[in-house]
């Protein structure tokens, strides 16, 4: 299936009424999605966003608090995740797997880390009132609150966080039951995205075990080997299998010429192939930023060494 007969899907199904299949909340003209529920979070955030970045750059200066790069990296993070959640992509993820793994593979390995290099905890604690900052400050530092977050910001829990939320909305008796109700779809779309964006935070700007930056990038490149192994394993299973997992979830493969097996399948290679790409493509970034630090650490001088 190549991009164009996507698009040519896609033009079709707006031209034409929206099938009985699906729970999407969608105009049945244009196949946009509606979902008060995943509207306000985003827009929420992404006022909440442009509020504090304009509050912060009024008083440190611009590009200072939150860099230019950071800003960029935001609102094409939060661009791609609205599209993803509210475009037609959304309708047609709940009837055709392929679609659905490349909806969710731009949440979780695209959206994701864009918005977790943004690093938008500052900016959001900015839009705030002023009279308001202090007190969620200390919040913060509630043993209810720092307890918890200090678990699951652990780049261990991070991951299996993540992992977990992969695999058991993998399982066809969960993804069925996302399919029948829209409250447990919303419920998996939060968990790929807030799983994610924890894991990419944690391993961007976590505290790993330590304080050096490179025993973080070092840690990092392990979490994101062996998401790479799971993923792909997961991704590979749902290849080469014989059988139909989710039976309702191929309602449209015919339009493209597909079994709802193939439909599975390609949706599996997707996982497997490029996903694991830009999986490998991170961890081999942060192995360049590992090997730039060990090598740009400071030599000490000959005689130094020798005594």
Known sequence: MSALSLLALLLNLIATPAMAHGIADVDTGSLWNSDPWLLAPLYVVGIGFYVGTQRLWRHAGGGRGVSFRQVGAFWTGWMIVALALTSP???LGERLFTAHMIEHELLMVIGAPLMAFARINGPMMWSLPASLRPAVGRSLTWPLVAKPWALVSHPISATALHGLALWAWHTPA???WALENNAIHRLQHISFFATALLFWWVLLHGRGIGRSVRIRDGIA???LFITVLHSGVLGAL????TRIWIPGQGALAGEFGLSPLEDQQLAG????VPMGMLYTGAALLFAYRWLT????RPHLPAARQAS
Do not use: E, K, N, V
């Not at 290679?269 to 497997?272: D, E, K, Q, V, Y």
């Not at 630090?293 to 740009?296: C, G, V």
């Open 174 to 176: 969960l993804y069925a």
């Open 89 to 91: 992509l959304h309708w």
């Open 238 to 241: 749902l290849t080469l299998s």
């Open 221 to 223: 490149i392990a979490c």
């Open 269 to 272: 290679i997707l996982m497997w």
């Open 293 to 296: 630090a060990f090598s740009a």
